[in-house]
């Protein structure tokens, strides 16, 4: 069994910050990348920014310069903290990480079960 909790959504104005944080726990044997999407109501999906074991990101362009995401490896879990935030970045975050369960296992994809975002005055 493998859990990825989620916390730290909530309402904020435009303007305002919040920080999203993601836990990964249970059954894991070695975490690759980590990281963060979002899926706004009648919207595809979307990343929103990853972070591989030694610290490499990676943005969309509509977050650069207003997000930042960071991982604890000891604690396996990852960080993104959001700046400036837009009415646009309203979504449901969800955070996502790439494992392994054991030696001989492949390389799996793990899903928080979300938190909601909503950026609004």
């Known amino acids: 069994q493998v859990q990825l909790v989620e916390s730290g959504g909530g309402l904020v104005q435009p303007g305002g910050s919040l920080r999203l944080s993601c836990a990964a726990s249970?059954?894991?044997?070695?975490?690759?990348?980590m990281g963060w999407y979002r899926q706004a109501p009648g919207k595809e999906r979307e990343l929103v920014a990853t972070?591989?074991?030694?610290?490499?990101?990676n943005y969309a362009d509509s977050v650069k310069g207003r997000f930042t995401v960071s991982r604890d490896n000891a604690n396996n879990t990852v960080y993104l903290q959001m700046n400036s935030l837009k009415p646009e970045d309203t979504a449901v975050y969800l955070c996502?990480?790439?494992?392994?369960?054991?030696?001989?296992?492949?390389?799996?994809?793990?899903w928080g079960q979300g938190t909601q975002v909503t950026v609004s005055s």
């Open positions: 972070i591989d074991g030694y610290g490499v990101t």
């Open positions: 996502n990480a790439v494992l392994k369960r054991d030696s001989t296992s492949t390389w799996y994809h793990y």
């Open positions: 249970g059954s894991i044997f070695s975490v690759g990348a």
